[in-house]
T-cell receptor, first 111, second 113 residues
C-alpha cells in the first residue's frame, strides 16, 4: 500500500524561528512531489513542486528538498511569520499523475 | 486569469439523495481531477478526466461518477448519499504534459444529514 507520512502532526513555534516539516513516502517511483498549504476550511495552495530528477526547489522563504533513495522530502520555512500558520500537506504523483497525500502538519506560529 | 472555480461553496443534503458538484478548470488546462477530503485527513483521489474520458480512478464506489464537457469543465455526481460522504470535495486542474502541477479550487463543503 502506498503511504505518505508527515511528521510532526502539529507544531507550534514562536515567530521568527526557522523550521522543518517532514514527509516520507513508501514508493520511490514518484513522478513529482508537491507541497501545499491549506487554511482552515479552504482549498489547497501549491507552494513548491519538485520533479523526480530534482533535489530541491526554492520560493522566497520556502525550500523543499527531495531524496528519492530514502523516500523523504522536507519543507524548510525560514524566519517564520504568523501568516505562515496553516496546515501543510505533501503529495507525490505517480506516473499516472495520481496524487497520494499525507495527512498534513498543522503549523501555528505564535506572535 | 481566473483560477479553478467550484460551485456551490456549501451544500447540505439528506441521506439517500443525489448531488452534483461543478468545477471549471484554470484557463488553458484540460485535465480535471477530483478529491475527497474528510475532516483532519489528507485528500483522497476520486478520479481524473481528460478529453471527456475518465482516465484514472481511485478506490471509490460506483456511486461516484463524473463527466467532463467539451469546454473542459467537469461535474462530480454522488448518488445514494451516505453520512460518510460528508467532506470537502476538491477539484484540481492541470495540463496533461509537462510537470503536471495541479491547481486547486476552493472546494465544496458537502454535509449529509
Amino acid at each position: 500500500k502506498q503511504e505518505v507520512t508527515q511528521i510532526p502532526a502539529a507544531l507550534s513555534v514562536p515567530e521568527g524561528e526557522n523550521l522543518v516539516l517532514n514527509c516520507s513516502f513508501t514508493d520511490s517511483a514518484i513522478y513529482n512531489l508537491q507541497w501545499f498549504r491549506q487554511d482552515p476550511g479552504k482549498g489547497l495552495t501549491s507552494l513548491l513542486l519538485i520533479q523526480s530528477s530534482q533535489r530541491e526547489q526554492t520560493s522566497g522563504r520556502l525550500n523543499a528538498s527531495l531524496d528519492k533513495s530514502s523516500g523523504r522530502s522536507t519543507l524548510y520555512i525560514a524566519a517564520s511569520q504568523p501568516g505562515d500558520s496553516a496546515t501543510y500537506l505533501c503529495a507525490w504523483a505517480d506516473s499516472n499523475y495520481q496524487l497520494i497525500w499525507g495527512a498534513g502538519t498543522k503549523l501555528i506560529i505564535k506572535p | 486569469d481566473a483560477g479553478v472555480t467550484q460551485s456551490p461553496t456549501h451544500l447540505i443534503k439528506t441521506r439517500g439523495q443525489q448531488v452534483t458538484l461543478r468545477c471549471s478548470p484554470k484557463s488553458g488546462h484540460d485535465t480535471v481531477s477530483w478529491y475527497q477530503q474528510a475532516l483532519g485527513q489528507g485528500p483522497q483521489f476520486i478520479f481524473q478526466y481528460y478529453e471527456e474520458e475518465e482516465r484514472q480512478r481511485g478506490n471509490f464506489p460506483d456511486r461516484f461518477s463524473g463527466h467532463q464537457f467539451p469546454n473542459y469543465s467537469s461535474e462530480l455526481n454522488v448518488n445514494a448519499l451516505l453520512l460518510g460522504d460528508s467532506a470537502l470535495y476538491l477539484c484540481a486542474s492541470s495540463l496533461p504534459t509537462g510537470d503536471n502541477e495541479q491547481y486547486f479550487g476552493p472546494g465544496t463543503r458537502l454535509t449529509v444529514t
